[in-house]
């Protein structure tokens, strides 16, 4: 499986893919970070991180993308920049078709580093050390995207299945015989 993970921000995106799968050594493919000048107009921001995440979905060729989960915080224009970075995300990769998770900042630390508090250098560190690399990817926008892929691999994948088998893979009354206690409206007739 082969993962995009996105860190969204208007002044910084985060660019990272991984392949592999849960229980095997991971790989990185890309890591990198679009940046915006603070000066420029919205819509410029905008044009140009989708711009390059068209590049990079063309160049690497995801199976999935892995997107941060845009979380309150107390500067309003901030969250607004993320929620606007992580939409244009969730755009590209929806109109080729491509899976999108979305993962909280908390959910992405305690997979990598097994602390949903760790701090941004014990998630860079273990990135690090997860995908055998030589230095720390910089800045921390990067190993974030990073650390968002690998988190997909290792939860999405299982996430994905589950859902799968809930669903029933479209046949009627799969996904029900998997809910304790669930009485079909058809039984007993």
């Excluded at 859902?163 to 409206?185: D, K, S």
Aim: glycine residues 12%; charged residues 20%.
């Amino acid at each position: 499986m082969r993962v995009m993970g996105v860190d969204p921000g208007l002044t910084r995106c985060g660019l990272g893919a991984v392949e592999g799968r849960p229980g095997a050594p991971l790989r990185m493919v890309a890591v990198g970070v679009v940046r915006t000048p603070a000066e420029d107009d919205i819509g410029a921001r905008l044009v140009a991180i989708e711009a390059e995440i068209e590049r990079w979905l063309d160049e690497i060729k995801p199976d999935a993308v892995a997107v941060e989960r845009v979380f309150a915080q107390h500067n309003l224009r901030t969250v607004m920049g993320t929620a606007q970075a992580s939409a244009v995300a969730i755009t590209c990769a929806a109109r080729r078709g491509l899976p999108v998770a979305l993962h909280t900042p908390s959910e992405v630390k305690a997979a990598i580093t097994g602390n949903g508090n760790a701090d941004k250098k014990q998630v860079g560190t273990m990135v690090t050390r997860v995908l055998r690399l030589d230095a720390m990817p910089k800045p921390a926008d990067a190993a974030d995207a990073l650390a968002l892929a690998i988190c997909h691999v290792w939860r999405g994948g299982a996430q994905n299945r589950l859902a799968q088998a809930l669903a029933g893979r479209g046949r009627p009354g799969a996904a029900v015989a998997l809910q304790p206690g669930y009485r079909h409206p058809g039984a007993g007739r």
